[in-house]
T-cell receptor, first 109, second 116 residues
Framework: GQNIDQPTEMTATEGAIVQINCTYQ??????LFWYQQHAGEAPTFLSY??LDGLEEKGRFSSFLSRSKGYSYLLLKELQMKDSASYLCAVRDSNYQLIWGAGTKLIIKP | IAGITQAPTSQILAAGRRMTLRCTQDMRHNAMYWYRQDLGLGLRLIHY???????GKGEVPDGYSVSRANTDDFPLTLASAVPSQTSVYFCASSAGDPGSGANVLTFGAGSRLTVL
């Protein structure tokens, strides 16, 4: 079967750096996405990786290793507004998105 | 404001009743999707439509139906609701084909449905 694994919950301190990991086992690979979802709201797109390496976008970066079936989302200079769930999703060989259950990130002052 | 509008925001429904969740987008996106989100699980695709006039089944289609009469509207119908359909339902759209590049999804605000 297809599977996306993420930690259920993480806690970090305002101003610090946090890394959220995502490992996947899917039928083929056609890209990996990260979305942010604040409580009670819709998911919003953060990043997309299709080739190995690091994609940087402001305070957020996303890394992909296709050979290891692994990605991480790196959040720098954490702010209270970064408290949210972070969803990892992989597009499989049929171009269907397989979603992880999400990582709830709690930011403490 | 460009985006996706879902209605109702929240609904409590008796088991066995019929319910239609509405979804309208004004971005002229070709593809539209319905997902359900349950605690502890990833988003699961119910039905999708790659273009007006076509629909397809996702991972969990049983008990649900959709139609795509035009580009903007993509309603989801529960013919006879059951308690296991209690969930938060998200409608989403994307500009390109599902296999094209980043094909970013834009989500509606969600419809919280409780079936008693």
């Amino acid at each position: 079967g297809q599977n996306i694994d993420q930690p259920t919950e993480m806690t970090a301190t305002e101003g610090a750096i946090v890394q959220i990991n995502c490992t996947y086992q899917t039928s083929g690979f056609n890209g990996l996405f990260w979305y942010q979802q604040h409580a009670g709201e819709a998911p919003t797109f953060l990043s997309y990786n299709v080739l190995d390496g690091l994609e940087e976008k402001g305070r957020f970066s996303s890394f992909l290793s296709r050979s290891k079936g692994y990605s991480y989302l790196l959040l720098k200079e954490l702010q209270m507004k970064d408290s949210a769930s972070y969803l990892c999703a992989v597009r499989d060989s049929n171009y269907q998105l397989i979603w992880g259950a999400g990582t709830k990130l709690i930011i403490k002052p | 404001i460009a985006g996706i509008t879902q209605a109702p925001t929240s609904q409590i429904l008796a088991a066995g009743r019929r319910m239609t969740l509405r979804c309208t987008q004004d971005m002229r996106h070709n593809a539209m999707y319905w997902y359900r989100q349950d605690l502890g699980l990833g988003l699961r695709l119910i039905h999708y439509s790659n273009t007006a006039g076509t629909t397809g089944k996702g991972e969990v289609p049983d008990g649900y139906s959709v139609s795509r009469a035009n580009t903007d509207d993509f309603p989801l119908t529960l013919a006879s609701a059951v308690p296991s359909q209690t969930s938060v339902y998200f409608c989403a759209s994307s500009a390109g084909d599902p296999g094209s590049g980043a094909n970013v999804l834009t989500f509606g605000a969600g419809s919280r449905l409780t079936v008693l």
